[in-house]
Protein backbone atom coordinates (compact mmCIF):
# COMPACT_ATOMS: atom_id res chain seq x y z
CA UNK A 1 0.00 0.00 0.00
CA UNK A 2 3.32 2.76 0.65
CA UNK A 3 3.92 2.03 -3.30
CA UNK A 4 1.14 3.53 -4.59
CA UNK A 5 1.08 6.54 -2.61
CA UNK A 6 4.72 7.26 -3.71
CA UNK A 7 3.66 7.17 -7.48
CA UNK A 8 0.76 9.27 -6.78
CA UNK A 9 3.07 11.42 -5.34
CA UNK A 10 5.64 11.50 -8.37
CA UNK A 11 3.12 12.03 -10.89
CA UNK A 12 1.38 15.08 -9.35
CA UNK A 13 4.61 17.15 -10.15
CA UNK A 14 4.90 16.07 -13.42
CA UNK A 15 0.91 16.90 -14.08
CA UNK A 16 1.49 20.33 -12.65
CA UNK A 17 4.39 20.90 -15.04
CA UNK A 18 2.51 20.01 -17.92
CA UNK A 19 -0.31 22.27 -17.25
CA UNK A 20 2.09 25.36 -16.55
CA UNK A 21 4.38 24.88 -19.51
CA UNK A 22 0.78 24.84 -21.53
CA UNK A 23 -0.50 28.06 -19.91
CA UNK A 24 2.90 29.70 -20.21
CA UNK A 25 3.03 28.76 -23.92
CA UNK A 26 -0.74 29.87 -24.76
CA UNK A 27 0.30 33.17 -23.12
CA UNK A 28 3.14 33.68 -25.04
CA UNK A 29 1.57 32.99 -28.37
CA UNK A 30 -1.15 35.69 -27.04
CA UNK A 31 0.92 37.82 -26.53
CA UNK A 32 2.57 37.80 -30.22
CA UNK A 33 -0.73 38.04 -31.68
CA UNK A 34 -1.63 41.57 -30.00
CA UNK A 35 -1.41 44.85 -32.09
CA UNK A 36 1.73 46.41 -30.28
CA UNK A 37 2.54 50.13 -31.20
CA UNK A 38 5.35 50.82 -32.38
CA UNK A 39 8.21 52.42 -30.06
CA UNK A 40 10.51 55.30 -31.74
CA UNK A 41 14.05 54.41 -30.33
CA UNK A 42 16.88 57.23 -29.38
CA UNK A 43 20.31 56.54 -29.55
CA UNK A 44 22.32 55.04 -27.60
CA UNK A 45 24.12 58.42 -26.66
CA UNK A 46 21.06 59.96 -25.20
CA UNK A 47 20.76 56.77 -23.33
CA UNK A 48 23.84 57.18 -21.59
CA UNK A 49 23.20 60.88 -21.00
CA UNK A 50 19.88 60.81 -19.10
CA UNK A 51 21.39 57.85 -17.47
CA UNK A 52 24.14 59.69 -16.52
CA UNK A 53 21.95 62.64 -15.66
CA UNK A 54 19.50 60.51 -13.31
CA UNK A 55 22.41 59.27 -11.45
CA UNK A 56 24.02 62.67 -10.62
CA UNK A 57 20.73 64.56 -10.23
CA UNK A 58 18.16 62.17 -8.70
CA UNK A 59 14.87 63.29 -7.85
CA UNK A 60 15.09 66.34 -11.06
CA UNK A 61 12.41 66.07 -13.58
CA UNK A 62 13.59 65.76 -16.91
CA UNK A 63 13.36 69.55 -18.78
CA UNK A 64 10.85 70.05 -21.12
CA UNK A 65 11.62 69.78 -24.56
CA UNK A 66 11.39 73.50 -26.06
CA UNK A 67 8.66 74.09 -28.68
CA UNK A 68 9.89 73.34 -32.31
CA UNK A 69 10.86 75.89 -34.23
CA UNK A 70 9.23 77.39 -37.45
CA UNK A 71 11.24 76.79 -40.19
CA UNK A 72 11.86 79.44 -42.39
CA UNK A 73 11.58 79.49 -46.63
CA UNK A 74 15.23 79.51 -47.26
CA UNK A 75 16.43 83.03 -49.25
CA UNK A 76 18.77 83.34 -52.21
CA UNK A 77 21.77 82.59 -49.80
CA UNK A 78 22.13 79.98 -47.54
CA UNK A 79 23.73 82.43 -44.78
CA UNK A 80 21.36 84.67 -42.72
CA UNK A 81 22.12 87.92 -41.29
CA UNK A 82 21.49 89.54 -37.77
CA UNK A 83 19.15 91.38 -39.36
CA UNK A 84 17.14 88.02 -39.54
CA UNK A 85 16.02 87.88 -36.26
CA UNK A 86 13.54 89.95 -34.18
CA UNK A 87 15.74 92.05 -31.56
CA UNK A 88 15.37 90.66 -27.91
CA UNK A 89 14.23 92.71 -25.58
CA UNK A 90 17.59 92.79 -23.19
CA UNK A 91 19.51 93.19 -26.73
CA UNK A 92 21.60 96.36 -27.22
CA UNK A 93 20.87 98.85 -29.90
CA UNK A 94 21.53 98.28 -33.24
CA UNK A 95 24.94 97.35 -34.29
CA UNK A 96 27.30 100.14 -35.20
CA UNK A 97 29.17 99.78 -37.96
CA UNK A 98 32.33 97.13 -36.91
CA UNK A 99 35.75 99.04 -36.19
CA UNK A 100 38.49 98.64 -38.51
CA UNK A 101 42.07 96.25 -37.62
CA UNK A 102 44.04 98.04 -35.70
CA UNK A 103 47.60 97.31 -34.14
CA UNK A 104 45.78 97.70 -30.90
CA UNK A 105 42.83 95.12 -32.07
CA UNK A 106 41.78 92.56 -32.99
CA UNK A 107 40.31 91.83 -36.03
CA UNK A 108 36.16 91.79 -35.63
CA UNK A 109 33.79 89.83 -37.74
CA UNK A 110 29.90 89.66 -37.68
CA UNK A 111 28.89 86.70 -37.09
CA UNK A 112 25.97 84.96 -38.93
CA UNK A 113 23.20 82.35 -38.67
CA UNK A 114 23.63 78.67 -39.41
CA UNK A 115 21.30 76.76 -41.68
CA UNK A 116 18.55 74.92 -39.17
CA UNK A 117 19.31 71.63 -38.19
CA UNK A 118 16.98 69.13 -35.64
CA UNK A 119 20.04 67.48 -34.62
CA UNK A 120 21.09 67.02 -30.95
CA UNK A 121 24.77 67.94 -30.25
CA UNK A 122 27.06 69.24 -27.68
CA UNK A 123 28.13 72.75 -28.91
CA UNK A 124 30.43 74.88 -27.23
CA UNK A 125 29.38 78.58 -25.61
CA UNK A 126 31.67 81.87 -27.52
CA UNK A 127 33.43 83.67 -24.57
CA UNK A 128 32.68 87.43 -24.36
CA UNK A 129 35.38 89.71 -24.29
CA UNK A 130 35.67 92.06 -21.45
CA UNK A 131 34.38 95.02 -20.95
CA UNK A 132 32.45 94.76 -25.06
CA UNK A 133 28.92 94.04 -24.69
CA UNK A 134 27.99 92.02 -27.93
CA UNK A 135 31.72 90.91 -28.95
CA UNK A 136 32.80 87.43 -28.22
CA UNK A 137 36.20 85.05 -29.00
CA UNK A 138 35.35 81.82 -30.79
CA UNK A 139 35.94 79.05 -28.85
CA UNK A 140 37.55 77.38 -32.39
CA UNK A 141 39.71 80.01 -33.17
CA UNK A 142 40.37 82.24 -29.73
CA UNK A 143 43.17 84.43 -31.11
CA UNK A 144 41.64 85.03 -34.52
CA UNK A 145 39.75 88.18 -33.42
CA UNK A 146 36.35 89.23 -32.15
CA UNK A 147 33.16 87.80 -32.82
CA UNK A 148 30.26 90.47 -33.37
CA UNK A 149 27.19 88.64 -32.07
CA UNK A 150 25.29 91.83 -30.85
CA UNK A 151 21.05 91.30 -31.77
CA UNK A 152 21.73 87.71 -31.04
CA UNK A 153 20.19 86.22 -28.02
CA UNK A 154 21.82 84.60 -25.70
CA UNK A 155 21.95 80.51 -26.34
CA UNK A 156 21.61 81.24 -29.88
CA UNK A 157 23.50 79.02 -32.43
CA UNK A 158 26.11 81.48 -34.62
CA UNK A 159 28.44 80.39 -36.98
CA UNK A 160 31.30 81.29 -36.21
CA UNK A 161 32.95 83.72 -39.34
CA UNK A 162 36.55 82.48 -38.99
CA UNK A 163 36.23 78.49 -39.09
CA UNK A 164 33.19 78.24 -39.92
CA UNK A 165 31.94 75.83 -37.27
CA UNK A 166 28.89 76.56 -34.74
CA UNK A 167 29.09 77.30 -31.37
CA UNK A 168 26.54 79.09 -28.61
CA UNK A 169 26.17 82.86 -27.69
CA UNK A 170 26.81 83.56 -24.59
Not at 26 to 32: K, V
Not at 53 to 70: L, M, Y
Not at 76 to 103: I, R, V
Not at 118 to 146: H, L, Q
Amino acid sequence: MVEPMRTLHETIPQRMSTVKNRILIGLTIAALCLPVNPVLAGSLGDFFKALGNSIAHPGQNRKPKPPPQSKRPKTKGSEQNAADYPPSSTAPPPPTPTPTATLSQPSVRLASAPPQKNSKRDIPYAIPVPNKPGFVTSPYAPKSGYVDVRGFPSGTEVKDPYSGKIFLTP
